[in-house]
């Protein structure tokens, strides 16, 4: 079986720098915490779990944590940001405080919070339950939608004149902009910014650069909750493929591949190479 790998696969400059900042924090007298997974890949958090860094609280960050404070232990937020109220809980916890946000969020946090600051009602297109759209939401101080789907853009209420529309990170390019068309129709002083980051475009123009050279199923690398990685695997698809997401070469049934011979390989953002290594080998050796 041949198969080709993206060259995009695997972890973004923004997981990186996360991993980064939690590793060099770590030191034997102190404790290192992140406030829900500092990445969305189960894999790679027990691996920094092994390194001493600790994932507490819950999966949207939202809950009260309950921790022993100690003089010196360390804080860490997740990659994809959290809301400027739990960014001052977080930082009163009389810990030290590292931010690990990507900055491609933070950029978007900053251009909401610039036109809240103005007036503007802010709309935002992504997952209502993603970790990511509810920090950004909490910067939308002067009203803040979450929409999904064009039915969620015909029942925004009157958002007046003064509306801006952003994007989470990793969501569709085509689909922002059919919303974003949906939303000028209905508001059309709209100010829509694409917020999507490059690492997310260059994953996805990926999955059609495998296409054009011939792969006929691709398997996606990555964790279950990892919003760009189910994106990825929901592009291959929606082109036609048969898509495999796995989260470890465990996970892989090769004999349902045995039937194609040249087959696609990527992984999301947040998946360590090893993982990518792994799959490929076992695809290989068929
Ligand atoms: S996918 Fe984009 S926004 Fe998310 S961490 Fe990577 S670079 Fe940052």
Redesign the pocket.
Known sequence: MKVITAPSAGF????ERAIDIARKNTGEDRRVYTDGPLIHNRQMMEQLEGEGIREVGDYQSQSPLELENQTGDVMVVR?HGVSPERRTYLKNLGMTFKDAT?P??GIIAGKVKLHARKGYQVVIFGDPKHPEVIGILGYATSGGHVVSNPEDIAALPDLGEEVCMVSQ??MFVDEFQKLASLLVQRFPKAVIINTI?G??RERQDDIYTLINQGVEAIVVVGGRHSA?TIKLASLVEKNGLPAFHVESPEELDVSCLKQYAKIGLTAG?STPGYLIDAVREKLEAE
Do not use: E, L
């Open positions: 973004c400059w923004g997981v990659a990507c491609d969020v990170s990793t980051c690492a997310t760009n953002a």
